[in-house]
């Protein structure tokens, strides 16, 4: 997940590639601009949307409900990167809902603040944006990450807009990868699919790895690695696969060549558009079967 590690590999992308320039990159992270990086969705429906709040055992938690208009779907919860809920990931939200899902993107930090945390445009790679996201990063732990699983399933299992008769799917980016496995761990019996994208720590030597959780959850997975992710960590998609066919579970799991960490993000300095597509692809594909 995003450390000073990934930051290097980041700043020395960007420095081989001036025309991506931090002032160009935020004149261009609007609202709107955000929508017009998507490709238009195929057969798209009406949406609606709206900012929910959902009690916790911690607290309230602030988050983005979008589906569509019409109708009960199978339901999506969606856990942002580091930079949490923000116009970014509620656009991304947006356009799974406008192929069918009733999605739920939380805000990870909410017993810390309210969102956005962080300004539209802003970068992990900036000092000042660092230091104000890593200590929330840090409150949160294995715990944590259970009972959010819970409250939000909890949450959407009383949506019209939710069809309790498909599974649940879950997605996390960086450190919602974590989370991603620890919810199909937290609910087996909801959480059906999950993907995680370039996500942090999914296979670790600690005794709370997410790996270990595995034998514990029923859900078909996608593990979309970023290529500098895996070559600082080249064992982790190993003891994924080792774990996950000990398992007798399925899962797809593929390094994306020419990618960073954040590639999949919309408002990432790094956003790789085709490597993106590709995986968002290999996601709609895991969801039309896995939450049928």
Known sequence: MCDQDTQKDVDEYLRRHPEMTRRDFTKFATVAGLAMMLPPVANAQSVTETDVEITTPDGVADCYFVHPANGSHAAVLVWPDILGLRPGFREMGKRLARS???VLVVNPFYRSAHAPVVSLGASFGQPEVR???MPMARALN???HFTDARAFQGWLD?????DTSRGIGTTGY????????????AV????????TFHGGGLATGEANSPHLLIPDTTASMLHCVAENDDANDPDAKNTLREAYGAANLSAEIEVYTDTLHGWCAIDSTVYHQEQAERAWG???ALFETALA
Do not use: E, I
Not at 174 to 185: D, E, H, I, K, L
Not at 189 to 195: E, L
């Open 142 to 144: 294995a715990d944590t």
């Open 131 to 133: 230091n104000h996201v």
């Open 282 to 284: 290999r996601l709609l």
């Open 158 to 162: 009383q949506q019209d807009a939710v």
């Open 174 to 185: 960086c450190m919602g990868g974590p989370m991603v496995m620890r919810t199909v761990a």
């Open 188 to 195: 087996p019996d909801r959480f059906k699919a999950g993907g």
């Open 100 to 102: 069918g899902y009733s």
